[in-house]
């Protein structure tokens, strides 16, 4: 079995570009996921694992087997391991996987579909945590409009806790989504503070999606334009916005709770 005990190693060099530059997970077509949970996760939600990288003092030979039956197994040292991960308390093991297509038309979704859709969210603390949101209400998909940051950014892997994995996920500008959610007849629904009704006040147990945007610059006028209806969530303080990670739960849980959960 091969062994990697320097951090100038080019192929170890190659998997630091990964987790610091979105251009070679691009190029690569493949990312870095840390923890055995992560990387169990990762591999129910069918992304497929080329390599493994353990650390013996941490994780065996055997327990890094039997994650994954078919990928490369490589030992590594504690200097290499430290060099790639990003946490102390991860187990002793990375895996290099493949990254999924994030197109629309990828998409399948159920006859009466629940979606979020988040327009250009920046922090990959938001991003992981609408991620959790989605996987606990067991979303039909979360779209990301006019993504900032990769997806496969290793902060937004780790905020997600592995729910990056479980949940279906695409990509488009503001436009391409619009398009798409009127093909299949999916009424939208947008957070803003403009033109808007009371959230509760709406239906939504036919095919719905909620859309929300950036606390600093809330959604473009675009979808605020195009909405089904848009919505607010009545504020009875002195601020007038919440938490984007915040206001999505809020919004889907009602959904949730009109379809009976």
């Not at 989605?134 to 950014?153: E, G, M, Q, R, T």
Request: glycine residues 4%.
């Amino acid at each position: 079995m091969k062994q990697i005990t320097s951090i100038q190693n080019p192929y170890i060099k190659s998997l630091v570009q990964l987790q610091e530059k979105a251009k070679a997970r691009k190029q690569s077509g493949t990312f870095l996921i840390e923890g055995k949970r992560e990387i169990s996760i990762a591999i129910k939600g069918g992304y497929e694992i080329e390599t493994l990288l353990f650390l013996p003092e941490i994780c065996s030979e055997a327990e890094a087997r039997q994650l994954s039956k078919n990928a490369e197994l490589i030992e590594i040292n504690k200097e290499v391991y430290q060099k790639l991960a990003y946490r102390d308390t991860t187990e002793g093991i990375l895996a290099v996987a493949k990254t999924k297509s994030l197109q629309l038309s990828d998409l399948k979704l159920s006859e009466n579909p629940l979606i979020l859709v988040a327009e250009a969210p920046e922090k990959p603390g938001n991003i992981g945590a609408l991620l959790r949101t989605a996987d606990a209400a067991n979303l039909d998909a979360v779209i990301i409009a006019n993504p900032k940051s990769d997806l496969y950014n290793p902060n937004i892997v780790r905020s997600s806790v592995g729910c990056l994995f479980t949940n279906q996920i695409a990509t488009g500008t503001t436009s391409e989504i619009i398009s798409f959610l009127k093909e299949r007849k999916i009424n939208f629904y947008c957070a803003t503070l403009q033109n808007s009704t009371s959230y509760h006040t709406q239906d939504y147990t036919t095919p719905t999606a909620l859309v929300v945007g950036t606390e600093a610059t809330g959604l473009t006028e675009e979808w605020r334009k195009e909405a089904t209806q848009n919505i607010i969530i009545p504020m009875q303080g002195e601020i007038d916005s919440m938490n984007v990670s915040v206001a999505a739960a809020i919004l889907i849980f009602e959904a949730k709770r009109q379809r009976g959960f």
